[in-house]
């Protein structure tokens, strides 16, 4: 069936999820955003990162402000109210343009915590969203719907790559925890809503989408217990970011091994 770029979810469409195109893009942003961010590195002072990080500080939170009034526009003209179980940017995703914002536009400790997000539990969450991309159960892939939520999560994955690979931020074990901060904060906001709606953002209300959270979600809930389900969600996020750490320092110990005096490729910026 045919449809247009802004066209919604047409009748009859199920998913494209791994389909062809989703597919070939998976394969790109994969062997592109590690290859892009090597190339670059040499020509990434502190300076330019900076202004690059303004700059995609705005054009996140407008493309954001676009697909909520879009999604908006599909729900009324279908005779639906506002989508406050899922349009709010509430998501652990959500949490990359927050603290992208902050880390372009302050310095020291909360522009720390902030590339502390960025560069482990976004980088992981943002690579995870262009394999499996939810919003291709619900948008065909040549549309806003479906291009929003590529760009979206590759967007987390390939800024979090080119800050480790250009030397911007360095990881160390403490921003395991410093990555966990911002985690907390949004999880003040999105919990209410979560437990006040029904909705589940940042999956700390049912687990929808992961087998394993929402049989444990739905198995706590019976026995009024679904806080505990939430703290165990909020934990979570700890050892993914361990992960990207432990990760990193393996790297960047071969990285700079190799190198022999010269630069290696995650000590650039100073």
């Known amino acids: 069936m045919k449809y247009h770029f802004f066209d919604a ?13 989703h597919i070939v893009f998976i394969v790109l942003v994969f062997l592109l955003v590690p290859t892009i961010s090597v190339l ?35 729900d009324f003209a279908a005779g639906q109210p506002f989508n406050v179980e899922g ?17 372009a536009w302050t310095k020291g400790k909360t522009k720390e915590y902030s590339l502390s997000f960025i560069t482990t539990v976004s980088l992981v969450s943002g690579a995870i969203g262009v394999v499996y991309c939810n919003g291709l159960n619900f948008h065909p892939f040549w549309t806003f719907g479906a291009f929003y939520s590529l760009f979206f999560h590759s967007s987390m994955f390939g800024v979090g790559t080119f800050l480790l690979v250009s030397g911007y931020k360095k990881l160390d074990w403490i921003d ?14 999105s919990t209410p ?41 909020l934990l979570t996020y700890i050892p993914m970011a361990a992960v990207v750490v432990s990760v990193y320092k393996l790297i960047s110990k071969t990285v700079n091994g ?13």
């Open 9 to 21: 979810r047409y009748e009859g469409f199920s998913s494209d999820l791994f389909s062809v195109p």
């Open 40 to 74: 670059l590195r040499k020509k990434a002072s502190a300076e330019k990162i900076d202004k690059f990080l303004k700059i995609y500080s705005i054009v996140m939170p407008v493309l954001e402000a676009a697909k909520i009034t879009y999604s908006t526009l599909h």
């Open 87 to 103: 349009i709010l940017p509430l998501y652990t995703c959500s949490l990359f343009m927050y603290t992208l914002i902050v880390a």
């Open 176 to 189: 395991v925890f410093k990555a966990w901060v911002p985690l907390l904060m949004l999880a003040l906001v």
């Open 193 to 233: 809503v979560n437990y006040e709606y029904g909705a589940d953002y940042m999956q700390t209300y049912s687990g929808s989408g992961v087998p394993f959270y929402n049989s444990l979600a739905a198995t706590l809930a019976e026995h009024r217990l679904r806080f505990v389900y939430t703290i165990i969600m």
């Open 258 to 270: 190799k190198a022999k005096g010269k630069p290696a490729a995650l000590d650039i910026v100073s």
